[in-house]
């Protein structure tokens, strides 16, 4: 099984701060890689999809990028409703894991 | 607009078996574009991919799994399902319902989730 591994597991910023989240697989999975963030008592929401893709709706503040072992997710600007947890996904070879999660909370 | 819908009894006994049933409105289940797949996240923890189905019932499932657990579809009704069997308390969680699609299996339709609490 491929394991991924984020960093860090929480952090703490102020709206209006560039927050980076790093996700590493244990072996390359090319860009077989999906973001998801996740609010309290919500079901995850996709954000990014083939490592660097956005989906649609998601705002431009959101990027990410990477291939092989390891990712990037940046928001550029942090607002009040991005406060929330983010995971990765590998869907490169199945069971499609998830990172534990990256909780960015309220500084 | 796609929508889904997971159901099932909210308490299960251990060593029982856990059903739920994830029904798809809004589309179509037996699209040759998408997997349907199964996720679970125990209280205040990660998430995990349980496995996934194909219209033709094709099927994946995790490892860790695998010798407990069966997903079916049944395309007459526009629903999936998920069967856990000899349920254990690590077993309690939300389960989820997603489509997957794209080349990279992303999951952008979600059903809201609903929570299995295994107790006697």
């Known amino acids: 099984d491929i394991q991924m591994t984020q960093s860090p597991s929480s952090l703490s910023a102020s709206v209006g701060d560039r927050v980076t989240i790093t996700c590493r697989a244990s072996?390359?999975?090319?860009?077989?890689l999906n973001w998801y963030q996740q609010k309290p008592g919500k079901a995850p929401k996709l954000l990014i999809y083939?490592?660097?893709n956005l989906q649609s709706g998601v705002p431009s503040s959101f990027s990410a990028g990477g291939s092989g072992t390891d990712f990037t997710l940046t928001i550029s600007s942090l607002q009040p409703e991005d406060f929330a947890t983010y995971y990765c996904?590998?869907?490169?070879?199945?069971?499609?894991?998830f990172g534990q999660g990256t909780k960015v909370e309220i500084k | 607009q796609l929508q889904l819908q997971e159901s099932g009894p909210g308490l299960v006994k251990p060593s029982e078996t856990l059903s739920l049933t994830c029904t798809v409105s809004?589309?179509?289940?037996?699209?040759?574009?998408?997997?349907w797949g199964w996720i679970r996240q125990p209280p205040g923890k990660g998430l995990e991919w349980i496995g996934s189905?194909?219209?033709?019932?094709?099927?994946y499932y995790n490892p860790s799994l695998k010798s407990r657990v069966t997903i079916s579809v049944d395309t007459s009704k526009n629903q999936l399902s998920l069967k856990l069997t000899s349920v254990t308390a690590a077993d309690t969680a939300v389960y989820y319902c997603?489509?997957?699609?794209?080349?990279?299996?992303?999951?952008?339709?979600w059903g809201k989730g609903t929570t299995v609490t295994v107790s006697s």
């Open positions: 997603a489509r997957q699609e794209g080349a990279t299996d992303y999951m952008a339709v």
């Open positions: 809004g589309g179509s289940i037996s699209s040759s574009l998408y997997y």
């Open positions: 189905i194909y219209y033709s019932g094709n099927t």
């Open positions: 072996q390359s999975i090319s860009n077989y």
């Open positions: 083939a490592a660097s």
């Open positions: 996904q590998q869907t490169y070879s199945t069971p499609h894991s």
